[in-house]
Protein backbone atom coordinates (compact mmCIF):
# COMPACT_ATOMS: atom_id res chain seq x y z
CA UNK A 1 0.00 0.00 0.00
CA UNK A 2 1.02 3.42 -0.38
CA UNK A 3 0.80 6.88 0.54
CA UNK A 4 0.75 9.76 -2.22
CA UNK A 5 0.42 12.87 -0.22
CA UNK A 6 3.88 12.62 1.61
CA UNK A 7 7.04 12.00 0.74
CA UNK A 8 9.42 10.22 2.15
CA UNK A 9 6.82 7.65 3.88
CA UNK A 10 7.66 4.65 5.41
CA UNK A 11 4.58 1.87 6.55
CA UNK A 12 5.11 -0.19 9.70
CA UNK A 13 3.11 -3.18 10.18
CA UNK A 14 3.08 -5.23 13.81
CA UNK A 15 0.82 -8.10 14.77
CA UNK A 16 -1.42 -8.81 17.11
CA UNK A 17 1.33 -9.83 19.33
CA UNK A 18 3.29 -6.69 18.43
CA UNK A 19 5.67 -8.11 16.71
CA UNK A 20 6.20 -7.84 12.80
CA UNK A 21 8.99 -7.76 9.77
CA UNK A 22 12.94 -7.54 10.74
CA UNK A 23 13.97 -3.93 9.54
CA UNK A 24 11.81 -2.01 10.24
CA UNK A 25 13.53 0.27 13.04
CA UNK A 26 16.33 0.65 10.23
CA UNK A 27 13.89 1.75 7.56
CA UNK A 28 12.47 4.40 9.95
CA UNK A 29 16.57 5.42 10.60
CA UNK A 30 16.90 5.48 6.73
CA UNK A 31 14.97 8.66 6.91
CA UNK A 32 17.25 10.39 9.10
CA UNK A 33 20.17 9.69 7.14
CA UNK A 34 18.21 11.07 3.78
CA UNK A 35 17.98 14.46 5.77
CA UNK A 36 14.48 14.02 7.67
CA UNK A 37 14.77 15.84 11.19
CA UNK A 38 11.31 15.16 12.50
CA UNK A 39 9.24 11.30 11.89
CA UNK A 40 5.45 11.74 12.32
CA UNK A 41 4.22 8.41 12.97
CA UNK A 42 0.08 7.40 13.01
CA UNK A 43 -1.75 4.76 13.29
CA UNK A 44 -5.09 3.89 13.28
CA UNK A 45 -7.96 2.72 15.54
CA UNK A 46 -11.18 0.89 14.88
CA UNK A 47 -10.12 -0.50 11.54
CA UNK A 48 -10.54 -3.79 8.99
CA UNK A 49 -8.12 -3.72 6.44
CA UNK A 50 -4.75 -2.28 5.67
CA UNK A 51 -6.03 -0.43 2.22
CA UNK A 52 -8.76 1.39 4.84
CA UNK A 53 -5.69 2.16 7.03
CA UNK A 54 -3.49 3.34 4.69
CA UNK A 55 -6.64 5.51 3.03
CA UNK A 56 -6.92 7.15 6.06
CA UNK A 57 -2.88 7.94 6.68
CA UNK A 58 -3.22 9.61 3.06
CA UNK A 59 -5.93 11.68 4.25
CA UNK A 60 -4.35 12.45 7.43
CA UNK A 61 -0.99 13.46 6.21
CA UNK A 62 -2.10 15.77 3.46
CA UNK A 63 -1.85 18.80 5.57
CA UNK A 64 1.88 18.07 6.70
CA UNK A 65 3.78 19.23 3.75
CA UNK A 66 2.93 22.62 4.03
CA UNK A 67 3.68 22.73 7.79
CA UNK A 68 7.00 22.30 7.93
CA UNK A 69 9.03 25.13 9.71
CA UNK A 70 12.35 26.83 8.91
CA UNK A 71 15.47 24.14 9.14
CA UNK A 72 12.57 20.67 9.76
CA UNK A 73 11.87 18.41 7.35
CA UNK A 74 9.13 16.04 7.95
CA UNK A 75 9.54 12.08 7.53
CA UNK A 76 6.13 10.00 7.91
CA UNK A 77 5.16 6.81 9.18
CA UNK A 78 1.82 4.86 9.13
CA UNK A 79 1.68 2.26 11.48
CA UNK A 80 -1.10 -0.56 10.45
CA UNK A 81 -1.86 -3.19 13.03
CA UNK A 82 -5.18 -5.82 12.87
CA UNK A 83 -7.99 -4.20 14.27
CA UNK A 84 -11.60 -4.05 13.79
CA UNK A 85 -14.78 -1.31 13.37
CA UNK A 86 -16.43 -0.46 16.54
CA UNK A 87 -18.76 1.69 15.19
CA UNK A 88 -22.45 3.07 16.69
CA UNK A 89 -24.46 0.04 13.67
CA UNK A 90 -25.92 -2.73 15.11
CA UNK A 91 -25.16 -5.29 12.23
CA UNK A 92 -21.54 -7.51 13.31
CA UNK A 93 -19.50 -7.12 10.46
CA UNK A 94 -18.53 -10.82 10.24
CA UNK A 95 -15.85 -10.73 7.49
CA UNK A 96 -13.69 -8.42 9.37
CA UNK A 97 -14.52 -10.21 12.79
CA UNK A 98 -13.00 -13.17 10.67
CA UNK A 99 -10.43 -11.26 9.27
CA UNK A 100 -8.91 -10.33 12.54
CA UNK A 101 -9.48 -13.45 14.56
CA UNK A 102 -8.83 -15.91 11.98
CA UNK A 103 -8.23 -18.47 15.01
CA UNK A 104 -11.98 -18.03 16.02
CA UNK A 105 -13.38 -18.39 12.67
CA UNK A 106 -15.56 -21.13 13.27
CA UNK A 107 -17.09 -19.42 16.58
CA UNK A 108 -17.81 -16.05 14.35
CA UNK A 109 -19.75 -18.68 12.08
CA UNK A 110 -21.93 -19.72 15.01
CA UNK A 111 -22.27 -16.47 16.54
CA UNK A 112 -23.50 -15.37 13.20
CA UNK A 113 -25.93 -18.13 13.26
CA UNK A 114 -27.62 -17.75 16.42
CA UNK A 115 -27.80 -14.20 16.02
CA UNK A 116 -29.76 -14.75 12.24
CA UNK A 117 -31.96 -17.19 13.98
CA UNK A 118 -32.67 -15.52 17.75
CA UNK A 119 -33.92 -19.15 19.31
CA UNK A 120 -36.21 -18.75 21.92
CA UNK A 121 -34.33 -20.73 24.51
CA UNK A 122 -31.82 -20.42 27.48
CA UNK A 123 -29.41 -23.08 26.22
CA UNK A 124 -29.26 -21.25 22.87
CA UNK A 125 -28.11 -17.99 24.90
CA UNK A 126 -25.83 -19.90 26.98
CA UNK A 127 -23.95 -21.25 23.90
CA UNK A 128 -23.65 -17.76 22.72
CA UNK A 129 -22.25 -16.82 26.01
CA UNK A 130 -19.27 -19.64 25.48
CA UNK A 131 -18.62 -18.34 22.25
CA UNK A 132 -18.20 -14.87 22.90
CA UNK A 133 -15.52 -16.19 25.82
CA UNK A 134 -14.18 -18.46 22.81
CA UNK A 135 -14.02 -15.00 21.34
CA UNK A 136 -11.90 -13.18 23.51
CA UNK A 137 -9.93 -16.10 24.68
CA UNK A 138 -11.35 -15.71 28.23
CA UNK A 139 -12.86 -19.47 27.51
CA UNK A 140 -10.88 -20.81 30.32
CA UNK A 141 -11.52 -18.04 32.54
CA UNK A 142 -14.51 -18.73 34.83
CA UNK A 143 -16.51 -16.50 37.45
CA UNK A 144 -13.39 -16.07 39.82
CA UNK A 145 -11.74 -14.27 37.30
CA UNK A 146 -13.98 -11.15 36.64
CA UNK A 147 -11.92 -8.12 37.46
CA UNK A 148 -8.81 -10.16 37.70
CA UNK A 149 -6.02 -9.58 34.67
CA UNK A 150 -5.46 -11.50 31.89
CA UNK A 151 -1.99 -11.55 30.87
CA UNK A 152 -1.17 -7.98 31.85
CA UNK A 153 -3.45 -6.08 29.20
CA UNK A 154 -7.08 -5.79 31.19
CA UNK A 155 -9.16 -7.66 33.74
CA UNK A 156 -12.19 -10.49 32.35
CA UNK A 157 -15.38 -8.48 32.30
CA UNK A 158 -18.47 -9.42 34.02
CA UNK A 159 -20.69 -9.86 30.96
CA UNK A 160 -18.52 -12.28 29.98
CA UNK A 161 -19.40 -14.44 32.82
CA UNK A 162 -22.57 -13.37 34.00
CA UNK A 163 -25.76 -15.12 33.75
CA UNK A 164 -26.89 -14.77 29.80
CA UNK A 165 -30.13 -13.62 30.71
CA UNK A 166 -29.62 -10.68 32.73
CA UNK A 167 -26.85 -9.93 31.32
CA UNK A 168 -28.35 -9.19 27.83
CA UNK A 169 -31.58 -7.86 29.27
CA UNK A 170 -29.49 -5.17 30.94
CA UNK A 171 -27.66 -4.24 27.53
CA UNK A 172 -31.18 -4.08 25.74
CA UNK A 173 -32.59 -1.47 28.72
CA UNK A 174 -29.26 0.61 28.27
CA UNK A 175 -30.18 0.14 24.46
CA UNK A 176 -33.97 1.31 25.37
CA UNK A 177 -32.45 4.24 27.45
CA UNK A 178 -30.34 5.54 24.22
CA UNK A 179 -32.74 5.10 21.75
CA UNK A 180 -35.77 6.49 23.62
CA UNK A 181 -39.61 5.19 23.67
CA UNK A 182 -39.81 5.12 19.77
CA UNK A 183 -35.95 3.72 19.07
CA UNK A 184 -36.76 0.99 21.57
CA UNK A 185 -39.97 -0.11 19.99
CA UNK A 186 -37.85 -0.46 16.13
CA UNK A 187 -35.05 -2.40 18.00
CA UNK A 188 -37.09 -5.02 19.76
CA UNK A 189 -40.48 -4.88 18.31
CA UNK A 190 -42.39 -6.17 21.67
CA UNK A 191 -40.74 -9.58 21.42
CA UNK A 192 -39.07 -10.50 24.21
CA UNK A 193 -36.74 -12.93 23.21
CA UNK A 194 -35.81 -11.09 20.44
CA UNK A 195 -35.37 -8.34 23.29
CA UNK A 196 -32.52 -10.82 24.41
CA UNK A 197 -30.67 -11.43 21.56
CA UNK A 198 -30.64 -7.49 20.47
CA UNK A 199 -28.69 -7.49 24.00
CA UNK A 200 -26.82 -10.47 22.82
CA UNK A 201 -25.97 -8.42 19.44
CA UNK A 202 -24.82 -5.69 21.63
CA UNK A 203 -22.40 -7.96 24.11
CA UNK A 204 -20.73 -9.26 20.58
CA UNK A 205 -19.30 -5.62 19.75
CA UNK A 206 -18.41 -5.68 23.46
CA UNK A 207 -16.72 -8.07 22.79
CA UNK A 208 -14.78 -7.15 20.44
CA UNK A 209 -14.32 -3.57 21.54
CA UNK A 210 -12.93 -5.60 24.85
CA UNK A 211 -10.51 -7.33 22.16
CA UNK A 212 -9.66 -4.99 20.37
CA UNK A 213 -9.03 -2.56 23.75
CA UNK A 214 -6.50 -5.78 24.96
CA UNK A 215 -4.72 -5.76 21.51
CA UNK A 216 -4.28 -2.05 21.03
CA UNK A 217 -2.07 -2.06 24.56
CA UNK A 218 0.31 -5.27 23.71
CA UNK A 219 0.77 -4.05 20.31
CA UNK A 220 1.97 -0.56 21.90
CA UNK A 221 3.82 -1.63 24.71
CA UNK A 222 5.85 -5.34 23.25
CA UNK A 223 5.74 -3.84 19.92
CA UNK A 224 5.91 0.14 19.27
CA UNK A 225 7.68 1.15 22.83
CA UNK A 226 10.61 -1.47 21.84
CA UNK A 227 10.99 -0.24 18.53
CA UNK A 228 10.79 2.70 19.31
CA UNK A 229 13.77 2.09 21.66
CA UNK A 230 15.67 0.55 18.74
CA UNK A 231 14.78 3.61 16.54
CA UNK A 232 16.51 5.98 18.91
CA UNK A 233 19.54 4.40 19.11
CA UNK A 234 20.22 3.65 15.25
CA UNK A 235 19.21 7.35 14.46
CA UNK A 236 19.40 9.45 17.97
CA UNK A 237 18.71 12.98 16.47
CA UNK A 238 15.41 12.23 15.20
CA UNK A 239 12.89 13.71 16.73
CA UNK A 240 9.83 11.40 16.87
CA UNK A 241 6.17 12.70 17.11
CA UNK A 242 3.11 10.15 17.64
CA UNK A 243 0.07 10.29 16.63
CA UNK A 244 -3.08 7.92 17.65
CA UNK A 245 -6.51 7.84 16.60
CA UNK A 246 -9.57 6.05 19.05
CA UNK A 247 -7.68 2.51 19.97
CA UNK A 248 -4.48 4.09 17.96
CA UNK A 249 -4.01 6.72 20.55
CA UNK A 250 -4.59 3.88 23.29
CA UNK A 251 -1.88 2.48 21.29
CA UNK A 252 0.82 5.20 21.15
CA UNK A 253 0.21 5.73 24.73
CA UNK A 254 1.09 1.94 25.74
CA UNK A 255 4.23 2.70 23.70
CA UNK A 256 5.44 4.66 26.74
CA UNK A 257 5.55 1.68 28.66
CA UNK A 258 7.49 -0.39 26.51
CA UNK A 259 9.64 2.44 25.86
CA UNK A 260 13.51 1.46 26.93
CA UNK A 261 14.69 3.60 30.05
CA UNK A 262 16.68 6.60 28.80
CA UNK A 263 15.09 6.94 25.79
CA UNK A 264 14.01 10.40 24.78
CA UNK A 265 13.01 10.38 21.00
CA UNK A 266 9.40 11.00 21.57
CA UNK A 267 9.03 14.56 21.62
CA UNK A 268 5.37 14.59 21.39
CA UNK A 269 2.56 12.29 21.79
CA UNK A 270 -1.05 13.55 20.14
CA UNK A 271 -4.40 11.12 21.25
CA UNK A 272 -7.17 12.06 18.60
CA UNK A 273 -10.53 11.00 20.29
CA UNK A 274 -8.82 8.76 22.40
CA UNK A 275 -10.86 5.47 23.10
CA UNK A 276 -9.07 4.94 26.12
CA UNK A 277 -9.49 6.12 30.52
CA UNK A 278 -9.64 9.93 30.91
CA UNK A 279 -8.26 9.07 34.23
CA UNK A 280 -5.03 6.76 32.73
CA UNK A 281 -2.32 9.38 33.16
CA UNK A 282 -3.66 10.12 36.96
CA UNK A 283 -1.18 8.90 40.00
CA UNK A 284 -4.39 8.62 41.91
CA UNK A 285 -8.17 8.09 40.80
CA UNK A 286 -10.53 9.88 42.02
CA UNK A 287 -12.88 7.20 43.31
CA UNK A 288 -10.32 4.86 44.48
CA UNK A 289 -7.49 7.18 45.95
CA UNK A 290 -5.20 4.18 46.56
CA UNK A 291 -4.75 3.58 42.80
CA UNK A 292 -3.80 5.29 39.85
CA UNK A 293 -4.65 4.97 36.48
CA UNK A 294 -2.90 2.34 33.89
CA UNK A 295 -0.30 4.70 32.63
CA UNK A 296 0.22 6.80 35.85
CA UNK A 297 2.80 9.44 35.03
CA UNK A 298 4.38 8.00 32.11
CA UNK A 299 3.56 11.14 30.14
CA UNK A 300 6.94 12.31 31.82
CA UNK A 301 8.57 9.93 29.08
CA UNK A 302 7.77 12.36 26.71
CA UNK A 303 10.57 14.88 26.25
CA UNK A 304 7.35 17.40 25.12
CA UNK A 305 3.76 17.69 25.88
CA UNK A 306 1.34 14.73 25.83
CA UNK A 307 -1.73 16.36 23.91
CA UNK A 308 -5.57 15.06 23.89
CA UNK A 309 -7.92 16.31 21.26
CA UNK A 310 -11.74 15.98 22.71
CA UNK A 311 -15.29 16.52 20.94
CA UNK A 312 -18.79 16.19 23.20
CA UNK A 313 -20.28 15.50 19.54
CA UNK A 314 -18.44 12.41 19.66
CA UNK A 315 -21.29 10.18 19.81
CA UNK A 316 -18.99 6.95 19.88
CA UNK A 317 -17.33 8.06 23.46
CA UNK A 318 -20.44 9.27 24.49
CA UNK A 319 -22.41 6.62 24.50
CA UNK A 320 -20.93 3.70 23.82
CA UNK A 321 -17.51 3.63 25.40
CA UNK A 322 -18.89 4.68 28.79
CA UNK A 323 -21.06 1.66 28.52
CA UNK A 324 -18.35 -0.91 26.97
CA UNK A 325 -16.34 0.65 30.31
CA UNK A 326 -19.16 -0.02 32.96
CA UNK A 327 -19.85 -3.48 32.12
CA UNK A 328 -16.02 -4.31 32.72
CA UNK A 329 -16.66 -4.16 36.08
CA UNK A 330 -19.24 -6.62 38.11
CA UNK A 331 -19.44 -3.77 41.33
CA UNK A 332 -21.61 -1.12 38.62
CA UNK A 333 -24.80 -0.75 37.26
CA UNK A 334 -25.26 -0.52 33.20
CA UNK A 335 -26.88 2.68 34.01
CA UNK A 336 -25.99 6.26 34.92
CA UNK A 337 -23.81 8.97 33.52
CA UNK A 338 -20.69 9.32 36.12
CA UNK A 339 -17.91 10.70 34.90
CA UNK A 340 -15.35 7.64 36.29
CA UNK A 341 -16.30 5.98 32.80
CA UNK A 342 -15.67 8.36 30.32
CA UNK A 343 -12.80 8.67 27.67
CA UNK A 344 -9.96 10.75 26.95
CA UNK A 345 -11.73 11.64 23.79
CA UNK A 346 -14.98 12.93 24.99
CA UNK A 347 -13.23 15.44 27.73
CA UNK A 348 -9.51 15.21 27.61
CA UNK A 349 -7.13 14.10 30.38
CA UNK A 350 -8.71 14.34 33.95
CA UNK A 351 -6.98 14.28 37.54
CA UNK A 352 -3.70 14.98 36.23
CA UNK A 353 -2.46 18.10 38.35
CA UNK A 354 -0.95 20.94 36.15
CA UNK A 355 -3.35 19.63 33.12
CA UNK A 356 -3.66 22.25 30.77
CA UNK A 357 -6.66 23.01 28.70
CA UNK A 358 -6.85 24.76 25.92
CA UNK A 359 -9.43 25.18 22.61
CA UNK A 360 -8.62 24.36 19.45
CA UNK A 361 -8.41 28.25 18.36
CA UNK A 362 -6.48 29.00 21.03
CA UNK A 363 -4.00 26.28 20.15
CA UNK A 364 -3.57 27.45 16.52
CA UNK A 365 -3.07 31.52 17.61
CA UNK A 366 -0.59 31.02 20.59
CA UNK A 367 0.54 27.18 20.01
CA UNK A 368 0.84 24.77 23.33
CA UNK A 369 3.30 24.06 26.29
CA UNK A 370 6.50 22.46 26.19
CA UNK A 371 5.80 19.98 28.56
CA UNK A 372 3.09 18.05 30.97
CA UNK A 373 -0.71 17.12 29.66
CA UNK A 374 -2.69 18.95 27.45
CA UNK A 375 -6.65 18.52 26.98
CA UNK A 376 -7.50 20.14 23.53
CA UNK A 377 -11.26 20.86 22.82
CA UNK A 378 -11.76 19.85 19.36
CA UNK A 379 -15.83 19.98 19.01
CA UNK A 380 -15.73 23.35 16.71
CA UNK A 381 -14.24 20.75 13.77
CA UNK A 382 -14.85 17.10 15.25
CA UNK A 383 -18.54 16.18 14.98
CA UNK A 384 -17.77 12.53 15.21
CA UNK A 385 -15.69 9.65 15.84
CA UNK A 386 -13.86 9.20 12.92
CA UNK A 387 -13.98 13.28 12.20
CA UNK A 388 -10.06 13.83 12.48
CA UNK A 389 -8.80 14.45 8.73
CA UNK A 390 -8.88 18.45 9.18
CA UNK A 391 -5.86 20.91 8.36
CA UNK A 392 -6.46 22.52 11.83
CA UNK A 393 -5.73 18.57 13.62
CA UNK A 394 -2.53 18.26 11.50
CA UNK A 395 -1.44 22.06 12.92
CA UNK A 396 -2.20 20.78 16.42
CA UNK A 397 0.28 17.88 15.95
CA UNK A 398 2.76 20.56 14.34
CA UNK A 399 2.70 22.64 17.48
CA UNK A 400 3.04 19.81 20.05
CA UNK A 401 6.12 18.86 18.21
CA UNK A 402 7.18 22.24 17.72
CA UNK A 403 8.50 21.85 13.87
CA UNK A 404 6.01 24.45 12.51
Same mark, same amino acid.
Given at each position: ????????????????????????????????????? &???? %????????????????? #? %???????????????????????????? &?? #?????????????????????????????????????????????????????????????????????????????????????????????????????????????????????????????????????????????????????????????????????????LPAGARNVKSVTVLQGAFSHYAFAARLPHD??????????????????????????????????????????????????????????????????????????????????????????????????????????????RAGRFD
Amino acid at each position: MTVTSVDPYREVVLDKDGDGPAGQAGALAGLARAGCT &DLVL %FTHGWNNSPSVATGLFD #R %FFEPFPALSGPGRRLGYAGLVWPSIMFS &DE #RVPDYPALRAVLPERAAAVDRIEELLAAEPADEAALAEFAGLLRELTGTEAEGREAVGAAVGDAAPVPQFLVGDPAMVYGMFADALEGAEGEAGAEALFGGNPAGRLWKGAREALRQATYFTMKRRAGVVGERGLGPLLGELGRAAPGLRVHLVGHSFGGRLVAYALRGLPAGARNVKSVTVLQGAFSHYAFAARLPHDRGHGGSLAGLQDRIDGPLVACHSHRDSALRIFYPLASRVSRDDESLFGDERRWWAIGYDGVQAVPGTAARSLGAVLADGLPGTGCVSVDAAQVVTEHSDICHAELARVVARAGRFD
